[in-house]
């Protein structure tokens, strides 16, 4: 498969990257904002298997234009993507009355807009038969239990749970799978900048795992799903 993974200099899109090479069945494209990051990356995914297709390109799903991600796609994937992992994102932790209307508005552009533009730059190339992969949050998991703080954040995971389900029936005449993983707590950066101190049961590498076997299977069970993935709370 080709497999485009967002967010993937750190965290769980890092992990995923380097489980979805191990196989040697797969072509990776893994973006980031870090250039830095990334070459790390590279050099561990090589370390790991020296035949790995991966290739790296920095690129902000927000600001950059399309374009040049349009044609690294073609030249390094033939203009075919069967699995898009929308991974990256970011977070703010503010009490809500110290928010200000900037804080939201990043929030739902780092959370949401940006997947937005990933998923109409890509539909051109995903044929029948593909995967579409969002990574929410429990924070934005209705019923689930919320947190001060984390509001804008928890807001903006939402939206992306609902475009899921939306998409889901507008490409089901495409054959096209769409599904979100709410992610519960994993070790991570982002865990700690949410709740600091915090250690979680479950270490990066072990949901990156997770979010890899998802993306290449998990179309054959669900669509249009918003699945929980959480053990503890947070």
């Not at 090589?46 to 790296?56: F, K, R, S």
């Not at 690129?59 to 991600?69: K, R, W």
């Not at 903006?156 to 993983?181: G, P």
Request: aromatic share 8%; net charge negative; glycine share 8%.
């Amino acid at each position: 498969m080709n497999i485009i993974v967002t967010g993937a200099s750190s965290g769980v899109g890092f992990e995923a990257v380097l489980e979805l090479i191990l196989s040697g069945k797969h072509k990776v494209i893994a973006l980031s904002r870090s250039q830095d990051k990334l070459e790390r990356l590279l050099e561990i995914a090589h370390g790991l298997n020296p035949d790995a297709e991966i290739y790296a390109l920095a690129f902000d799903i927000v600001h950059d234009d399309y374009a040049g991600l349009v044609q690294f796609i073609g030249g390094n994937f033939d203009n075919r993507v069967d699995v898009l992992v929308n991974n990256a994102g970011a977070l703010v932790n503010k009490p809500f009355v110290e928010l200000l209307e900037t804080d939201f508005v990043e929030m739902l552009q780092s959370n949401f807009i940006g997947h937005v533009r990933m998923v109409q730059a890509m539909l051109p190339v995903m044929p029948k038969g593909s995967h579409i992969v969002n990574i929410g949050s429990m924070g934005g998991y209705q019923g689930s239990i919320k947190f001060p703080g984390l509001s804008a954040y928890s807001a903006s995971k939402a939206a992306l749970h609902t475009l899921t389900e939306c998409l889901a029936i507008e490409l089901a005449e495409r054959n096209i799978t769409v599904n979100c993983l709410a992610l519960g707590s994993a070790q991570t950066e982002m865990l700690e900048k949410a709740f600091p101190g915090y250690q979680s049961p479950v270490m990066a590498f072990e949901m990156g795992k997770y979010i890899a076997d998802f993306a290449v299977t998990g179309h054959r069970f669900f669509n249009g799903k918003v699945l929980p993935v959480a053990v503890t709370t947070p």
